[in-house]
């Protein structure tokens, strides 16, 4: 059984501008025999840069993306970017 969700970090803001890092979390559970095995991974996504004057977006490559597509995959984003 596996199971995934896209996760949402603590804001931080720095000299007026906030980051927010976006993870996706990976859990998974295997029986073997008598045994049952589990692992995870925690991996970044993408980050979300906010100011008074701008909110963006980018993969963790650097490409900016839509804002609203991480808003889909995270929806505790938007009400964050509102008090942002």
Known sequence: MEKKRVTISSPVAIAGTTLILITKLSLNCQPGGSNIFFSGVKQPVGIV??????KKAFEITGKEIPLNQLIQEAPGLAGILERA
Do not use: E, L, Y
Not at 49 to 54: I, M, N, R
């Open 49 to 54: 840069v906010a100011s008074p004057s701008t």
